[in-house]
Every structure is written in C-alpha cells, then in structure tokens.
C-alpha cells in the first residue's frame, strides 16, 4: 500500500517562497509516476508538474512554469515543490500524487494514490 504525506504548508506573503515536501512510503517507488495538483475552492483539481523517479525532467503547467522547480531526493523517497514568487492566485491546497505506472501524467485520473493535501496561503 502507498501513502504519502505532505508537508510544508503555510501562510507566505505575496512574492515570498515555500518549499511542500512529500514523503513516499511503499514498495516500488521507482515504478510510480509522481505529479504535484492543487485545488482552489470552488475549482476544479489543477496539475502543477509530474515527474519520474529514476531519469528524465519534471513536466510543469505553464502557470507555474519558471517559479515552481518538482525535485526528488531517491534516498529519502521524498518530492519536493519549490515555490518562488508566489501570487495571491496561489492560494489552494497543494496534493502530491502518485501513478502506477511511471511516466508524466497530466490528468488527476491518472493516479491511484493522493496525499491528505497541505494548505498554501498567499496574502498581499
């Protein structure tokens, strides 16, 4: 069974920086593809990035492309988002996830296993 736990949420001023971990428990876990989403009240569950455990690059959405970096840290079965010049529109409860089968995956669909999410704040 795979769980996973988010941490590193908070409240950040506009323009500030947080870093959301997410600590993979399990089997396997080079075998699963991992993406990072958020969700908005009121909004539909977004996809920020995905990446693979073992080679490649993260894939990002083109909100957050060039201020959130996806790493990953094999030892520690941990992702990690890296969060700079956060905006208001930001704010949203952040979700790590995990797919059986390795690769970048967009779609929430797409994965089995979800984090209990973490509560990123951005205020003016």
């Known amino acids: 069974q795979v769980q996973l736990v988010e941490s590193g949420g908070g409240l950040v001023q506009a323009g500030g920086s947080l870093r959301l971990s997410c600590a993979f428990s399990g089997r396997a876990y080079s075998s699963y593809g991992m993406g990072w989403f958020r969700q908005a009240p009121g909004k539909e569950r977004e996809f920020i990035g995905a990446?693979?455990?073992?080679?490649?690059?993260?894939s990002y959405a083109d909100s957050v492309k060039g201020r959130f970096t996806i790493s990953r840290d094999n030892a520690k079965m941990t992702l990690y988002l890296q969060m700079n010049s956060l905006k208001l529109e930001d704010t949203a409860v952040y979700y790590c996830?995990?797919?059986?089968?390795?690769?970048?995956?967009?779609?929430?669909?797409?994965?089995?296993?979800w984090g209990q999410g973490t509560q990123v704040t951005v205020s003016s």
């Open positions: 990446i693979k455990w073992i080679g490649g690059s993260p």
């Open positions: 996830a995990a797919g059986r089968q390795s690769g970048l995956y967009v779609l929430p669909r797409t994965y089995d296993y």
